[in-house]
C-alpha cells in the first residue's frame, strides 16, 4: 500500500459547503461529539447505525410517518428490520416537483428528443395509476416492463409505485426467452412494452417478439404498448389483450394523486442477477430502504441539490435505471438516453451535456475506455463547465483512465469510481465530493457501510488482496428473493462464506488512503500455482496497448493446475504475431508480476458480455471447458460464444 499523490484534491470552500460537511456538523450537533475527519463520521455511522439512519431520514426529509423504532436484531443478517413502524410511499417522495419546472428531458440517439415538466410528469402519473388501478393491479400485484429509458418507463414506474405495487423492469433488446425467464417468475397483472427502438441509427421493431410473450404471460391481464417508432397500434392490434398507451388512458382525466402509505419493507422493486449461470434470481428490494439508501448517496456522496442535472447512460436492464430515476427525490432534473452512445458519433454524450449543463455525468468504465481509444478529446472540443462530477461503475475503472479524465475529459471535475450491484440496489463504496481522488482507486466505503476485505479464513486484512464483505445490516438489503419460501437461495448467495457476514463477490483490496480497488468478481479470480489474481489486474495494463481494444481472462484447468488464458480483441488491422505477444506478456509481467503472465494469449473478434455490458468470464470458461452455457438470453451477443470452442491453440 504505497502512498501516492492525487490526481484531484476538492478547494477548501468546495469542501466547506459540500452537502457530506454539513452533515457531518449536524450529525455533531445531534450527539454532541466531535467528528475531526470524515473517517470518523463514517466510523459513528456503522457503529450506531440507528442514530446514523435516523438522522438521514430527518435530513433528507423523508415524507412518511417514521415510527417510534429505527432497527431491530441489528445483530442479524438476513433477518435486521429498519423502521420497522414506519409508512411511507416511494413515489411520493419522488414526486416533489410537480409545478412548471422541467424534471425530465430525454433524448433517443438524434431521433427522438422531449421534454417533461413536473405537472406534465405528474398528469401523465395520475392517469396511468388510474388505468392501472382499473386493469386490476393493487398492493403488491407487479407491473413488469420492456422499455427503453425514457419517460414514459419512469411515469408506469411511479404510477406503480404509488398504488403499493412491485415495479420490474427490462431493456427492449431482451430477447423472448430473456424476457420470459425474468417476468415469467413473477407473473405480471400489467405488461408494459415499447413498439421498437433505436439503436445506432437503426429501428428495431419489437412486434413480433410482443405477440409472442402475450402467449406465455397468461397473467398480464393487459399488454399497454407505448409507442417509440410510430408503429403502437399496429402492434396492439396484433394482441388478444393489447391496447396502445392512449387507448389505456383515455378513459381516465388527470386527478390529484393519491398515495398508498407501505410499510419501509413493503416490495417496490424485483430485479435479476445476471442469469449467465442459470434462470435469473428475482432480487426483491424493499421501498424505504432503496429510497433512503438513494438519497443519503444522492445528497451527500454525489452532492445533488435542486435544480441539478442528473445524467446516467443506463438501460431499463441495470440497476444504475433504479438509481437514476430516485434522483427525483433530491429534486434534480433527469436527463435521459437511450441508444448508443456513439449514434451518430462519439460525441453525441458530450453534446448532451453541453447543451443541457448536466452537472452530474454518470456512466460506465468501458464508455470511458472506449472513449479514450477513439482519440476525442471532450476538453477541446465541447463546453463541460457545468459538469461538478462524473461517475464510473459496471466495471473496475482502469488506471489510465483516471488519467485520461483528468487530462481529456475536464481536469476540474470530482470523479467518481463506484462499485457496488443489483444485489443492493444502490452501492458499498462511492465517491465523496470532500476528500482527494487517487489513480486507481474508488474513495472509500459509503455511510453507513461496514465494508471490508476478509482473507480466506475470514480476518480482516490491510495491504493483501480479499473478500469483499459488509460486516452489519444496511437498509437497502434484498427483503428477499421471490419464489424462494424459506429464504435458503437467498442465504446461499450472500451468507453462506461467512457467518452473519454479506460476502458480496468481489475481490478487493484496502489502499495507502483508505479507499479501495476492486480486482474483479472473486468467482473470475486466477489461482495459478494458488495465488489468487484478479482479472482486472490483466486487463488494467493489456488494455492500455494500442493494438489491444478489449480482453477477457479466464483460468483454464491444465496439468493439475490453472494456466492463464487471455483472449485479446485488437484494433482493426493489428494480427497477434510472436511480436506482439511477446509485448502483451512484457506489459503484464512489467505491470503485475510474473504470475500474471498468460501463458497462452488468443486473438479473438468478440467478447461476450451481457445486456448491461459486463464480460463474462464464466460463460468463456464453461464453454473451453466443454461445459454448457446456461441462459444465453441474459447475453447481448451470445453468438460470440462460438468463437472460444474448441480452440486448438489450448490443445497444448
Known amino acids: 500500500m504505497t502512498a501516492q499523490s492525487p490526481l484531484w484534491t476538492p478547494a477548501p470552500e468546495a469542501v466547506a459547503n459540500a452537502a457530506i460537511t454539513r452533515f457531518r456538523k449536524l450529525a455533531e450537533a445531534r450527539t454532541g461529539r466531535t467528528f475531526a475527519a470524515h473517517e470518523d463520521l463514517h466510523a459513528w455511522s456503522v457503529d450506531e447505525p440507528d442514530a446514523f439512519w435516523d438522522l438521514i431520514?430527518?435530513?433528507?426529509?423523508?415524507?412518511?410517518?417514521?415510527?417510534?423504532?429505527?432497527?431491530?436484531?441489528?445483530?442479524?443478517?438476513?433477518?435486521?428490520?429498519?423502521?420497522?413502524?414506519?409508512?411511507?410511499?416511494?413515489?411520493?417522495?419522488?414526486?416533489?416537483?410537480?409545478?412548471?419546472?422541467?424534471?425530465?428531458?430525454?433524448?433517443?440517439?438524434?431521433?427522438?428528443?422531449?421534454?417533461?415538466?413536473?405537472?406534465?410528469?405528474?398528469?401523465?402519473?395520475?392517469?396511468?395509476?388510474?388505468?392501472?388501478?382499473?386493469?386490476?393491479?393493487?398492493?403488491?400485484?407487479?407491473?413488469?416492463?420492456?422499455?427503453?429509458?425514457?419517460p414514459e418507463t419512469i411515469a408506469f414506474m411511479l404510477a406503480t409505485a404509488s398504488l403499493g405495487a412491485i415495479w420490474s423492469s427490462c431493456s427492449p433488446d431482451f430477447g423472448e426467452q430473456g424476457v420470459l425467464d425474468r417476468f415469467g417468475q413473477i407473473e405480471p397483472t400489467v405488461f408494459v412494452a415499447c413498439d421498437g427502438y433505436w439503436y445506432n441509427g437503426k429501428q428495431i421493431d419489437c412486434a413480433d417478439k410482443i405477440v409472442a410473450l402475450e402467449a406465455k404471460l397468461p397473467t398480464a391481464r393487459k399488454l399497454v404498448i407505448v409507442?417509440?417508432?410510430?408503429?403502437?397500434?399496429?402492434?396492439?392490434?396484433?394482441?388478444?389483450?393489447?391496447?396502445?398507451?392512449?387507448?389505456?388512458m383515455t378513459p381516465f382525466a388527470i386527478e390529484p394523486l393519491s398515495f398508498e402509505r407501505?410499510?419501509?419493507?413493503?416490495?417496490?422493486?424485483?430485479?435479476?442477477?445476471?442469469?449467465?449461470?442459470?434462470?435469473?434470481?428475482?432480487?426483491?428490494?424493499?421501498?424505504?430502504?432503496?429510497?433512503?439508501?438513494?438519497?443519503?448517496?444522492?445528497?451527500?456522496?454525489?452532492?445533488?441539490?435542486?435544480?441539478?442535472?442528473?445524467?446516467?447512460?443506463?438501460?431499463?436492464?441495470?440497476?444504475?435505471?433504479?438509481?437514476?430515476?430516485?434522483?427525483?427525490?433530491?429534486?434534480a432534473t433527469l436527463l435521459l438516453y437511450d441508444g448508443s452512445p456513439f449514434a451518430p458519433d462519439g460525441s453525441v454524450l458530450f453534446d448532451f451535456a453541453q447543451k443541457e449543463?448536466?452537472?452530474?455525468?454518470?456512466?460506465?468504465?468501458?464508455?470511458?475506455?472506449?472513449?479514450?481509444?477513439?482519440?476525442?478529446?471532450?476538453?477541446?472540443?465541447?463546453?463541460?463547465?457545468?459538469?461538478?462530477?462524473?461517475?464510473?461503475?459496471?466495471?473496475?475503472?482502469?488506471?489510465?483512465?483516471?488519467?485520461?479524465?483528468?487530462?481529456?475529459?475536464?481536469?476540474?471535475?470530482?470523479?467518481?469510481?463506484?462499485?457496488?450491484?443489483?444485489?443492493?440496489?444502490?452501492?458499498?463504496?462511492?465517491?465523496?465530493p470532500a476528500k482527494p481522488v487517487y489513480k486507481g482507486e474508488i474513495q472509500g466505503p459509503g455511510l453507513g457501510m461496514a465494508v471490508d476485505v476478509f482473507d480466506e479464513d475470514g480476518r480482516p486484512v490491510r495491504g493483501e488482496k480479499g473478500e469483499l464483505v459488509c460486516t452489519r445490516p444496511f437498509p437497502s438489503m434484498p427483503v428477499m428473493f421471490w419464489n424462494d419460501p424459506d429464504g435458503r437461495k437467498y442465504r446461499n448467495a450472500y451468507f453462506d462464506r461467512f457467518d452473519n457476514i454479506w460476502c458480496h463477490g468481489d475481490f478487493a483490496e484496502w489502499t495507502a488512503q483508505g479507499g479501495m480497488i476492486i480486482h474483479g468478481r472473486s468467482d473470475a479470480t486466477l489461482n495459478p500455482g494458488g495465488v489468487r489474481?484478479?482479472?482486472?489486474?490483466?486487463?488494467?495494463?493489456?488494455?492500455?496497448?494500442?493494438?489491444?481494444v478489449e480482453a477477457l481472462c479466464i483460468g483454464q484447468d491444465w496439468d493439475s493446475d490453472v494456466r492463464v488464458v487471455l483472449f485479446a480483441r485488437l484494433a482493426d488491422g493489428v494480427a497477434l504475431d510472436e511480436d506482439l505477444t511477446q509485448a502483451i506478456k512484457t506489459k503484464i509481467r512489467n505491470g503485475c508480476t510474473p504470475r500474471h503472465v498468460p501463458a497462452k494469449i488468443v486473438s479473438v473478434t468478440d467478447i461476450p458480455r451481457t445486456k448491461s455490458g459486463k464480460i463474462v468470464e464464466l460463460a468463456v470458461r464453461d464453454v473451453v471447458h466443454g461445459r454448457a452455457v446456461k441462459n444465453k438470453e441474459a447475453l447481448a451477443n451470445p453468438e460470440a460464444l462460438d468463437l472460444y470452442r474448441d480452440l486448438d491453440a489450448l490443445r497444448t
Not at 489486474?537 to 492500455?544: F, K, R, S
Request: aromatic share 8%.
Open 57 to 150: 431520514w430527518d435530513h433528507c426529509g423523508v415524507i412518511g410517518d417514521k415510527g417510534a423504532r429505527v432497527l431491530v436484531d441489528a445483530d442479524r443478517m438476513p433477518g435486521a428490520g429498519f423502521f420497522p413502524d414506519a409508512r411511507l410511499n416511494f413515489a411520493e417522495n419522488l414526486l416533489r416537483r410537480t409545478d412548471d419546472r422541467e424534471v425530465i428531458v430525454f433524448r433517443g440517439e438524434d431521433k427522438v428528443e422531449t421534454r417533461l415538466t413536473g405537472a406534465e410528469l405528474a398528469g401523465l402519473v395520475s392517469r396511468l395509476q388510474q388505468a392501472l388501478r382499473a386493469a386490476g393491479v393493487g398492493n403488491g400485484d407487479r407491473v413488469a416492463a420492456m422499455m427503453p429509458n425514457m
Open 227 to 248: 409507442p417509440y417508432l410510430g408503429h403502437a397500434e399496429d402492434v396492439a392490434g396484433r394482441l388478444q389483450r393489447g391496447a396502445t398507451l392512449d387507448a389505456f
Open 262 to 331: 407501505v410499510p419501509f419493507a413493503h416490495p417496490l422493486y424485483i430485479l435479476f442477477s445476471s442469469g449467465t449461470t442459470g434462470i435469473p434470481k428475482c432480487i426483491v428490494h424493499a421501498a424505504g430502504g432503496v429510497l433512503l439508501q438513494h438519497l443519503k448517496e444522492h445528497k451527500l456522496h454525489c452532492d445533488l441539490s435542486p435544480g441539478d442535472r442528473l445524467f446516467y447512460f443506463t438501460t431499463c436492464g441495470w440497476m444504475m435505471w433504479n438509481w437514476l430515476v430516485s434522483g427525483f427525490a433530491a429534486e
Open 357 to 432: 449543463r448536466m452537472t452530474f455525468f454518470g456512466t460506465s468504465a468501458k464508455y470511458i475506455d472506449a472513449v479514450r481509444k477513439s482519440g476525442l478529446t471532450p476538453k477541446e472540443s465541447h463546453d463541460l463547465s457545468s459538469v461538478r462530477a462524473m461517475a464510473s461503475t459496471g466495471s473496475p475503472l482502469a488506471p489510465e483512465s483516471f488519467d485520461f479524465v483528468y487530462a481529456d475529459i475536464k481536469p476540474d471535475i470530482h470523479l467518481a469510481s463506484v462499485s457496488g450491484g443489483t444485489d443492493i440496489v444502490s452501492c458499498f463504496v462511492i465517491g465523496n
Open 533 to 548: 489474481i484478479g482479472t482486472a489486474e490483466i486487463y488494467n495494463q493489456v488494455e492500455q496497448m494500442p493494438e489491444v
